[in-house]
């Protein structure tokens, strides 16, 4: 069977992160790619990463799938020469339905950070169920989770916010425009660090205090879920 190369985060901030906004600052004014010309090389770089991973996974993960329609929607923006504005409410927006579909899902047998935190892929989910009902608590976990699942929202309900606010504040110019790439090409720069890091570190206490819950209720670590660890002794 064939497996998948293991994905290398710096190497894909430089394909979808840096490049593009090299492209954007660089290569839109008319003597070289032009606004639309730029655009289109820009959008190429995370379109071309994401179908990638698609045809080396054969099928799409739920984030990288946000990715790819972001990317198309800035696209549209673009190309169609709407109001900069727009910019700023597909920036908030996309995080802001994702965020209202996360707490929707809390209240569901089935809440989203199941998928998105302790995925089969990595962790022995079945291991974990059979471990909670093993000690009766399995209901005291269901209810950590719905709790955990609230805080996810609220983590991309502030990935909104910082969305729309740097939105506006760095990307002003009538899309269509060299002004405008250059905007956008500063916005996907700064972007990283003033967002992403903060919703990385806000996902990463979230996950250790799953953890913690899950080594209170169940008596297993985290590692002990990975896959091809061993069961403990005794």
Do not use: C
């Amino acid at each position: 069977m064939t497996r998948t190369a293991p994905n290398n985060p710096w190497l894909e901030i430089a394909v979808t992160i840096v490049l593009p906004s090299v492209v954007l600052m660089q290569a839109s004014s008319a003597d070289r790619l032009g606004p639309t010309g730029a655009l289109l090389l820009a959008l190429a770089f995370p379109l071309g990463w994401g179908l990638n991973g698609w045809r080396q996974r054969r099928g799409f993960g739920t984030m990288p799938a946000i990715g790819l329609v972001s990317t198309l929607l800035t696209g549209g923006i673009g190309l169609l020469q709407l109001d900069g504005s727009w910019f700023a409410v597909k920036e908030a927006g996309i995080s802001a339905l994702f965020g209202l579909a996360v707490a929707v899902s809390a209240f569901t047998r089935k809440p989203l950070i199941h998928a998105l935190l302790l995925q089969p892929s990595l962790f022995d989910v079945p291991r974990l169920h059979a471990a909670l009902d093993a000690r009766g608590t399995a209901q005291a976990f269901a209810g950590r989770m719905r709790q955990a699942t609230l805080w996810l929202a609220a983590t991309f309900a502030v990935s909104a916010t910082l969305n729309y606010v740097l939105a506006r504040w760095l990307v002003s110019s009538p899309s269509g425009t060299e002004a405008f790439n250059a905007e956008l090409g500063r916005f996907t720069l700064i972007s990283w660090p003033v967002i992403t890091v903060p919703s990385l570190v806000m996902s990463m206490a979230l996950l250790w205090w799953i953890g913690r819950g899950i080594q209170q209720l169940a008596g297993l670590h985290l590692n002990d879920l990975l896959h091809g660890a061993q069961p403990p002794q005794g």
